[in-house]
């Protein structure tokens, strides 16, 4: 039997002012036994081909870390269990912080 996966991702970007990550959390669905954890870069406009599993887990959330600054990532996620896998929540994307500006630069004129 197919699970249905009850959904509503909640993504909180780049917690305690981080630029290389991202928070998930997502809903349960009763007779998960884990999900998947999808990525992509090119947008929420079609999941097919452009999204990568990036970790299989059975928490609630799920920290994406080693990102880059100032760069968008769009994720969904999908639950699992003895039956299969559900279909995909809805898409979120999400940017990372931008790193700082350099300090201290001084402009010289010749």
């Known amino acids: 039997m197919k699970i249905q996966l009850i959904l509503a991702l909640?993504?909180?970007a780049a917690q305690n002012g981080s630029n290389s990550?991202?928070?998930l959390t997502w809903n349960?669905?009763?007779t998960a036994t884990g999900y998947n954890v999808m990525?992509?870069?090119?947008?929420c406009g079609s999941l097919a081909g452009t999204f990568s599993m990036i970790a299989t887990v059975t928490a609630l959330n799920y920290v994406d870390s080693n990102l880059?600054?100032?760069t968008v990532y769009s994720y969904?996620?999908?639950a699992k269990n003895s039956g299969g896998v559900s279909g995909p929540s809805n898409c979120v994307t999400m940017t990372t912080t931008p790193p700082p500006a350099p300090g201290g630069l001084v402009l010289k004129t010749q």
């Open 39 to 43: 990525r992509g870069v090119s947008g």
């Open 68 to 70: 880059n600054p100032g």
């Open 21 to 23: 990550s991202n928070s």
């Open 10 to 12: 909640f993504l909180a």
């Open 76 to 78: 969904y996620v999908t």
């Open 28 to 30: 349960a669905s009763p």
